[in-house]
């Protein structure tokens, strides 16, 4: 990716209610990616869920968080599957990474 570029770190701690969660999961990486400026999702979960989406600007971030779709899903994580979530969003500057030859 070019720098610089903006990056939205979810973190979450998830509640026992699971019903429909990965399918909404899935089906909002689907959209991301089809909204203008995204860039690339990263995610984990262990004891805590790590999502890590990447985009071209601010703009970008706020149209996805006023998706119709995305603003449902917000809506279902606050009433059934979370504890409790934090959005962090951060300016990338630099970036360098590492791979193992094969």
Partial sequence: ???????????????????SYSEMAIKMVELAKQQEGFLGVES?????????????????IKQWKQNLDHLDAQRKGKSLWYENYTVRIALVEKEYSFQKKA
């Fill in 1 to 19: 990716m070019n720098v610089p570029y903006y990056a939205v770190i979810f973190t979450s701690s998830r509640t026992e209610v699971d019903e």
């Fill in 44 to 60: 984990a979960r262990s004891d805590i869920g790590i999502t890590v989406s990447y985009w071209k600007s601010l703009e970008a």
